[in-house]
């Protein structure tokens, strides 16, 4: 052991760095699930993806780090600077490359497990390799000259996990919700910078490394510049969601709108006649319960705000005791300010459905179930617990409608979805559009559960042209649930977004 690896390092500062760098490095693994939503959506396999690939990172960080860590340690920690500016510069550039390449990727790889890994590789891996290098290289100048090594290998360790849970509640409850992703990313690069210069400073950095350094620095407050004025896709991001509105017409007076979350659409309002719908599933979900409950007044809950297409229509029908459960708040502020919501006319409740239900007794004529989207369907809202939960919630003649999205080549999850609803209720319809089906399209459906068949066979309404919809044969349903032998959705196993085709190259 030479002298300049001697205990010469406050003990103190270096679990500081461990717990600072620890802390940024779980931040971004937290602001790259958002990141990547607008793109590809956020379900499992986002999650798998990144997990995979920041540990990844991590792990050839760690490697990397310990053969750093076998030299002398004042070397060890100027290197270690280093790699801190790299982890600077590379967490940085992440929300540039992702604007600037995911779209071509996903093109290219078309697979979606592969587009996903794909972008989040090319965003996220190279900021987790040089966040991975400096906990060997800390732990061991932490041990190296003490007489007790063992408990500073102990203190680092623990530090480096306390550190990993504070960034992980950092980031979840107050660096993405209130600052947003890009914000954050610059507040990590800079904490990585200053957890830099405090490595090259034990270091013993001289005047001309410090010049070098201060050029990077340089180099990284240009870049820095350059991700403060990237646009952010989300017109608002909420503790959930990337929210943003796209305008389809602009005429004053007569405006309408689009709600995009994440990667996906959610809505369609227009501005001058709130009954008027603009995408077949709204269609559907309007008028089909009124026709079910034959022009009388009803009360119903809607799962899922979105657009509150469907509650604003029933609203300015004069429909009363209209219930909405949308989990996010921002969802609702946007509806209000870009949507033409009157909150007013209906009661709103920001919270989980399920929650809801479970906890409050009321009874309702119609539940709507509006809060599915593509892939992007909440699994624990498809099972059959929670199914018997919607039925113990109907008033006697009640309907649950709930809209639906397959591809006509498959129907393996629309035959699941309706194998799990004819567990609970009696009778259950797929309602689509009166054309034959493109077998590779995304096919729209609405189902309607209940203890008995609707009087009527087909409906004619706005989708906004005028279009027509037929529930599906019973024969046909019965040869559907015959051929794919489905599994009942339950809170234990339900793999819908597999069944969905995600697999195949479903976005």
Do not use: K
Not at 30 to 35: E, L, P
Not at 242 to 252: E, F, G, Q, Y
Not at 400 to 423: C, E, H
């Amino acid at each position: 052991m030479t002298q300049q690896d001697r205990h010469f390092a406050p003990l103190w500062l270096l679990v500081l760095l461990q717990a600072a760098i620890s802390a940024c490095s779980l931040i971004v693994e937290i602001v790259a699930g958002r990141m990547v939503a607008p793109y590809v959506g956020m379900s499992l396999y986002t999650w798998t993806a990144i997990i995979a690939v920041v540990l990844a990172g991590f792990s050839l960080g760690h490697w990397w780090g310990g053969r750093i860590a076998a030299g002398a340690s004042m070397r060890g920690l100027r290197v270690t600077g280093w790699a801190m500016l790299a982890a600077a510069i590379t967490t940085a550039g992440a929300g540039y490359l992702l604007s600037s390449f995911a779209g071509g990727l996903l093109q290219v790889m078309g697979h979606p497990m592969l587009g996903i890994t794909a972008i989040t590789t090319l965003a996220f891996f190279l900021p987790s390799v040089f966040a991975g290098i400096p906990a060997p290289v800390l732990t061991v100048v932490a041990m190296r000259g003490r007489a007790q090594a063992e408990r500073a290998l102990g203190v680092m360790f623990a530090t480096g996990a306390v550190g990993a849970i504070a960034g992980t509640v950092l980031a979840g409850f107050v660096f993405v919700p209130f600052f947003g992703s890009i914000t954050t990313l610059a507040v990590v690069a800079l904490a990585y910078l200053a957890s830099a210069i405090v490595c090259f400073w034990l270091g013993g950095t001289g005047r001309p490394g410090l010049g070098q350094g201060a050029a990077v620095m340089g180099l990284l407050a240009v870049l820095g510049a350059s991700q403060w004025g990237l646009r952010s896709p989300c017109d608002r991001e909420s503790a959930y969601y990337c929210i943003r509105t796209v305008t389809l017409a602009d005429t004053p007076g007569d405006r309408v709108h689009l709600m995009v979350i994440d990667h996906l659409a959610h809505g369609v309002s227009g501005q001058r006649d709130p009954q008027l719908m603009f995408t077949d599933h709204a269609a559907m979900l309007d008028l089909l319960p009124r026709l079910r409950m034959g022009g009388a007044e009803f009360s119903s809950f809607h799962i899922g705000g979105g657009s509150y297409s469907v509650p604003r229509a029933w609203a300015a029908r004069g429909q009363g005791a209209i219930t909405v459960a949308e989990i996010d708040p921002v969802v609702t502020e946007l509806a209000e300010q870009r949507f033409w919501l009157q909150p007013d006319l209906m009661r709103i409740l920001h919270q989980d459905a399920r929650v809801i239900l479970q906890n409050d007794p009321t009874r309702y004529d119609v539940i709507v179930g509006d809060a599915f989207t593509d892939i992007a369907v909440p699994e624990h809202l498809v099972t059959q617990e929670f199914l018997q939960l919607v039925a113990a919630r109907l008033n006697p003649g009640g309907i649950y409608a709930m809209n639906f999205i397959d591809t006509p080549a498959r129907l393996q999850a629309l035959a699941a979805m309706v194998a799990t609803l004819r567990s609970v209720f009696p009778s259950v319809e797929i309602w689509t559009e009166a054309t034959p089906p493109d077998p590779q399209e995304r096919r729209v459906f609405v189902l309607l559960a209940s203890a008995e068949d609707s009087p009527f066979s087909t409906i004619t309404t706005r989708s906004p042209d005028p279009i027509r919809f037929q529930p599906l044969g019973q024969g046909f349903v019965d040869q559907l649930l015959a051929r794919h032998s489905p599994m009942v959705f339950t809170d234990d196993h339900a793999p819908l977004a597999y069944l969905m085709g995600f697999d195949q190259g479903a976005f």
